[in-house]
């Protein structure tokens, strides 16, 4: 596995346009990181792992500054798991210049649920991941779906710039208890990692109730957040929503497939978490 560091470097080692498998992330990888390596590799490519802490996706009062580098630590784990190169870029290198060209993707799918909390961080995340697709040139790009507004953005990025890359979500890997595992778990104390796991909890029970009773889908929703907010949670949203489109459902389409999708604060950690349904 190598591990380079500038985009001359990463070109002249990968075997061309459309010739290799590409995982972009942030790094302080845990499994679920590994598990999308994994799935890249049944390309049959070679598999590049990008990591980049990428401050156009961080607000002001975000944790851009303290969220966790651990290179070391992540090369020894994509090795193990087969990656290929590790493509881990200054910020000058990426970004040698203020980046005034952005990607500004459809506000229709950006500025909702994640995009209304965090506004600009979809414009942080299209342009980010754009300029890696060109550095990188993959064939196909796999992401986790436990960023599921970010895997449809993405998608929808990819499709209306005709780029010729497949990308690929798979499911979100979870602890045993069903957590979500995301690298901002870290975070949370000890008493707190053991109430976070009423997240996911809470989007189960929502989607177990629409699927019995579709007509009791805002209770369900309200219930949901009141549920958290009891345990000493501060939810952003708990909504269900149409997969494809990520839209309230009409009633026609209660019938699925659909998505329940939430973002809540336990201490001073957020979480994210999803369920298709």
């Not at 780029?163 to 778990?185: F, K």
Request: proline share 7%; charged share 20%; aromatic share 8%.
């Amino acid at each position: 596995m190598q591990i380079l560091h500038t985009i001359d470097a990463l070109r002249a080692a990968l075997p061309g346009p459309g010739a290799c498998a590409f995982v972009p992330t942030m790094g302080n990888l845990h499994e679920g990181h590994l598990a999308l390596v994994r799935q890249a590799r049944t390309h049959g490519l070679p598999v590049v792992v990008s990591i980049f802490v990428n401050r156009l996706q961080f607000a002001p009062h975000e944790d851009f500054d303290t969220y966790p580098r651990t290179l070391e630590r992540d090369a020894d784990l994509l090795r193990g798991a087969g990656a290929s190169f590790v493509f881990a870029p200054q910020e000058s290198e990426l970004y040698p210049q203020p980046q005034t060209f952005k990607v500004h993707p459809d506000p229709a799918i950006a500025d909702i649920l994640e995009g209304h909390f965090r506004p600009g961080f979809f414009t942080g995340v299209c342009t980010v991941v754009m300029k890696l697709f060109q550095c990188v040139q993959p064939r196909v790009a796999v992401f986790g779906k436990k960023d599921y507004q970010q895997l449809a953005v993405i998608r929808q990025m990819a499709r209306q710039f005709a780029l010729p890359i497949t990308v690929e979500g798979i499911d979100t890997s979870r602890a045993d208890d069903g957590l979500a595992l995301s690298s901002r778990n870290g975070y949370l104390s000890p008493e707190q990692r053991q109430q976070a796991v009423a997240l996911s909890q809470a989007l189960r029970q929502i989607a177990n109730r629409v699927r019995l009773d579709p007509s009791s889908l805002h209770v369900a929703e309200a219930e949901g957040a009141a549920t958290l907010m009891a345990q000493g949670w501060a939810p952003d949203y708990l909504t269900v929503r149409r997969r494809d489109d990520l839209l309230p459902p009409d009633a026609g389409d209660l019938a699925g497939p659909l998505v329940v999708l939430g973002a809540a604060r336990l201490g001073t950690t957020r979480l994210i978490d999803n369920l298709e349904f």
